[in-house]
């Protein structure tokens, strides 16, 4: 094989490659990585998870939502990207409503893009204790926390305060927009 060809058929298998990555590797990757602040004993559990994009592939999500309740966290963080379809979502919810700590989540663009009304979703996660936030914030039931939900439907929204009494979480689907709030 020569030079070149070599480097043809690299350039060329490249996008199949990670197409094959995004459809068949990657969406059945659970990442689980433990983050400690400060130097104290732990006072607080929570998990934050992102981009399930539920295509009714129902044994890996309850896998999911399993690990999940088996670290048993204070409060659960949902970053959008709940569905694919909007057939998926009655069982996506049905799901969700198994995790056993408050859920807390903001949409993402597939959740806007599915075209589905919110209002499963905002029961569903109430269920649990918690809340579905849309440029709108909760203080958590045992008030250690202020949870801030931006829901990304506008590219500048005016700021969310913090607050000083709590502990402050913000939750945005596009990690990379932080920087336009505010």
């Known amino acids: 094989?020569?030079?070149?060809?070599?480097?043809?058929?690299?350039i060329l298998a490249s996008p199949l490659l990670a197409a094959a990555d995004a459809k068949w590797l990657e969406p059945g990757w659970v990442k689980t990585r433990v983050i400690r602040t400060g130097n104290g004993k732990p006072s607080h559990r929570l998990v934050h998870f992102?981009?399930?994009?539920?295509?009714?592939d129902?044994?890996?999500l309850l896998s999911v939502i399993n690990k999940i309740n088996a670290l048993s966290?204070?409060?659960?963080?949902?970053?959008?990207?709940?569905?694919?379809?909007?057939?998926?979502?009655?069982?996506?919810?049905?799901?969700?409503g198994k995790i056993k700590s408050p859920l807390y989540g903001v949409p993402g663009n597939h959740d806007y893009w599915s075209k589905v009304?919110?209002?499963?979703?905002?029961?569903?996660?109430?269920?649990?204790?918690?809340?579905?936030?849309?440029d709108e914030q909760r203080?958590?039931?045992?008030?250690?926390?202020?949870?801030?939900?931006?829901?990304?439907?506008r590219s500048r929204q005016?700021?969310?305060?913090?607050?000083?009494?709590?502990?402050?979480?913000?939750?945005?689907?596009?990690?990379?927009?932080?920087?336009?709030?505010?």
């Open 1 to 10: 094989m020569t030079r070149r060809r070599f480097l043809a058929a690299a």
């Open 50 to 56: 992102t981009d399930v994009h539920h295509k009714g």
């Open 58 to 60: 129902r044994g890996y």
């Open 73 to 96: 966290p204070d409060l659960v963080c949902f970053t959008g990207d709940l569905i694919e379809e909007r057939k998926y979502l009655a069982e996506a919810l049905e799901i969700f």
């Open 117 to 134: 009304p919110f209002d499963g979703i905002t029961k569903c996660f109430a269920g649990t204790g918690g809340a579905w936030l849309q």
């Open 139 to 153: 203080v958590t039931a045992d008030g250690k926390f202020t949870i801030t939900g931006a829901a990304c439907l």
């Open 158 to 182: 005016a700021p969310i305060p913090a607050n000083a009494n709590t502990q402050n979480i913000f939750l945005m689907h596009f990690p990379a927009w932080v920087k336009k709030v505010g």
